[in-house]
């Protein structure tokens, strides 16, 4: 959530931008800059941009999962030997004794 603290104008923003980059590292939150009133650009940290994206790459695989299980038990899918024999026939892989 937007606090309206976070809420800045890009003229601002570039006047002060040691003070912006010292309160967006403490304090995590993202900072909203505007131009001529209206929101503009979102600007956070190195920290909590990396945060942000490891916790939306994790929910991506959490629903990866869970779709891949209610496949499963809907009796979709086929057994993985016949997956991998599959693969290796489409890419010329042999098969190794």
Known sequence: MIRTEDIHSLSDFQRN????????????HPE????NGMAELVVLSADA?????????????VEGIRRGLAEAQ????????????????????????
């Open 17 to 28: 931008a040691k003070a912006h980059v010292a309160r967006l590292k403490k304090t995590g």
């Open 32 to 35: 909203v800059l505007t131009v």
């Open 49 to 61: 941009f990396q945060e942000l994206a490891d916790k939306a790459e994790r929910g991506e695989a």
């Open 74 to 97: 809907a009796g979709k899918g086929r057994p993985v030997k016949q997956a991998l024999d599959a693969i290796r026939a489409k890419h010329r892989i042999p098969k190794i004794s």
